[in-house]
């Protein structure tokens, strides 16, 4: 499927609660925490790809417990999001 990419940002009004929701259809987090401050992503500029169909997908940085290891470990989720939970997102091309 075609795509383009483009840089997206927290939209300024956006809550922790809107962002979970948005993300995993809940209101908990899972466990997984993001690597950045929330208030601070609301700043920076993500990664993201805009489908021709409209979805966003978008590359956010997070940190998880990894049992293995036991450790504290950094990653990238890519999140899919349908055209409704979008509007979290503020889309700069």
Known sequence: MAFKRVKVRLKENVTKRDFWRATYNTD???GIRLVQN????????LDGKLSQRGSLEVTIPISYYNRERET???????YGYIKE?????EIVE
């Open 28 to 30: 908990s987090n899972l």
């Open 85 to 89: 939970m979008k509007n979290i997102w």
């Open 72 to 78: 504290i470990d950094d990653d990238f989720i890519e």
């Open 38 to 45: 929330f208030d601070n992503m609301k700043k920076n500029y």
